[in-house]
């Protein structure tokens, strides 16, 4: 992205009291810095999706990304599809991250048609829509709403239409789980983060992003009616998996 994003440098300093994680303007200002070294693979995932939408999604076709954050979903839809090959809706709760969005998509990819706009997944009135983007969001809304929201969206596809949906998860075995989070940690560090770092932004999202096991994904999708479930992609405790509607 071009927008003036900086380091993330928010829990560098030793802090009195670590307040609850949230999206406000000092994340906004350093999410491209945070996600990039915090979230493995999560530009793999981006690179994949205009893939995924050449195979899954028809000409046209409306794709929902919601918990957009500033929108690089969008761009790399854009960066590797036509503008007439999809209709764009990125959705966020924050009002900082919806402005960046607005402006860093309307500058980088001025071809295409690309709309975002404010509010929140859990009540959204939904379009039909051939693909839903649901990357690192579930995971940070409270685990008795999970089940609505994804019925909600399979509701809202079209038939033959996916949902991608990417998330930190934890295993179910307490030993594998510990070797995970331990070995994130050593990715976090390999790209620059500090103990002080790594431990401070934990507790600032203790009970704020509350991970599920793959099991319990596959589970609720096919609760909601998806035939189908598949991980397509994992790197340590963090994975990606596509599940299908029926024609």
């Not at 994003?5 to 999410?31: H, K, M, N």
């Not at 919601?66 to 790399?76: D, W």
């Not at 685990?143 to 909600?152: C, G, L």
């Not at 070995?183 to 390999?190: L, P, V």
């Amino acid at each position: 992205m071009s927008d003036a994003s900086y380091r993330d440098a928010i829990f560098s300093t030793p802090l009195d009291r670590v307040a609850r994680f949230s999206f406000d303007e000092r994340v906004v200002s350093c999410f491209p810095d945070m996600i990039r070294r915090s979230v493995p693979g999560y530009g793999q995932i981006l690179a994949m999706l205009g893939p995924l939408a050449r195979r899954h999604l028809r000409h046209g076709g409306h794709v929902y990304d919601l918990g957009c954050s500033l929108g690089a979903s969008g761009l790399a839809l854009a960066g590797q599809l036509p503008p007439a090959a999809f209709r764009y809706t990125g959705v966020d709760l924050s009002p900082a991250m919806v402005e960046r969005a607005r402006e860093t998509l309307a500058t980088e990819s001025p071809d295409h048609d690309l709309t975002v706009i404010e509010g929140d997944i859990r009540a959204l009135d939904y379009a039909p829509s051939g693909m839903i983007l649901l990357n690192f969001t579930l995971q940070f809304l409270a685990p008795e709403d999970r089940d609505a929201v994804i019925a909600r969206l399979y509701e809202a596809l079209e038939p033959g239409g996916v949902l991608v949906l990417s998330e930190k998860i934890k295993a179910a075995d307490e030993q594998e789980n510990a070797w995970l989070v331990e070995r994130y940690h050593d990715f976090k560090r390999a790209n620059g983060y500090s103990d002080l770092e790594i431990s401070q932004k934990r507790t600032a999202l203790e009970n704020v992003l509350v991970p599920d096991t793959l099991d319990a994904h596959r589970e609720r999708l096919a609760r909601a009616g998806f035939s189908r479930s598949l991980v397509w992609f994992q790197y340590l405790n963090f994975a990606s998996l596509i599940a299908f509607k029926e024609d």
